[in-house]
């Protein structure tokens, strides 16, 4: 009896519909990335606010602001209801604008990680930051830090990170390449925000990749 070849018709999984398909029926692929004309644009002032969210909000404050916009599909919360992390999505697919965020019991909102997939742009003084390619984004951010005279320094992961600004540059993988994953922080999280060891961000987020 003739055996079928791993490659033949016979054998092959079937597809999972195109990219195209998907978005028309609303499912995003495990590995899909927003387009970047739909990603929403925030601006970012180190230390005061990246779009609609400024550090020191509870997360009902934040979630007020993100109403209609994302909404929260997870948290991590105490028997008192204090929110130490939430992940805000899109209400619509492709809406561009997931992000995850961190809180100190002290002051609130203390870290906006916007996701390399699904997030919005953020645009730092005409640089984006979300969703680049690593070394093209590494080449402009350390010039206009070098032309304020601002520390350039690596984490151990090898993440680009601005400790006077509260930036750590971590990246996301999208299949089969990797993309920027911006880590912004309140100003009591910048010391030694470069380091995962002594750092105030958790370790699940330096552990996160996907």
């Not at 597809?15 to 028309?24: K, L, N």
């Not at 002051?107 to 953020?122: K, T, W």
Request: aromatic share 8%; proline share 6%.
């Amino acid at each position: 009896m003739p055996v079928a070849s791993p490659t033949s018709g016979a054998h092959r999984p079937r597809a999972a519909g195109s990219t195209d398909e998907r978005r028309r029926f609303g499912v995003a692929g495990v590995w899909d990335v927003v387009e970047e004309s739909r990603r929403a644009v925030w601006s970012f002032t180190p230390f005061e606010h990246v779009g609609p969210l400024r550090f020191g909000m509870t997360h009902e404050q934040a979630a007020a602001a993100l109403d209609g916009v994302l909404k929260t599909i997870g948290s991590l919360e105490d028997g008192t209801g204090w929110v130490s992390r939430a992940d805000m999505w899109p209400v619509r697919y492709g809406a561009g604008a997931g992000v995850h965020l961190y809180y100190d019991r002290a002051f609130g909102l203390a870290a906006i990680v916007v996701d390399a997939r699904n997030g919005p742009q953020v645009d730092f003084g005409g640089i984006p930051l979300v969703g680049r390619v690593p070394s093209v984004l590494e080449d402009a951010l350390i010039d206009r830090l070098v032309a304020h005279g601002l520390a350039a320094v690596f984490s151990l992961e090898a993440n680009l990170c601005a400790p006077e600004l509260g930036v750590v540059m971590r990246v996301q993988r999208a299949g089969d390449r990797v993309l920027t994953r911006p880590v912004l922080v309140a100003r009591e999280w910048a010391p030694r925000c470069a380091d995962s060891t002594q750092s105030h961000i958790p370790a699940e987020e330096w552990h996160s990749f996907s």
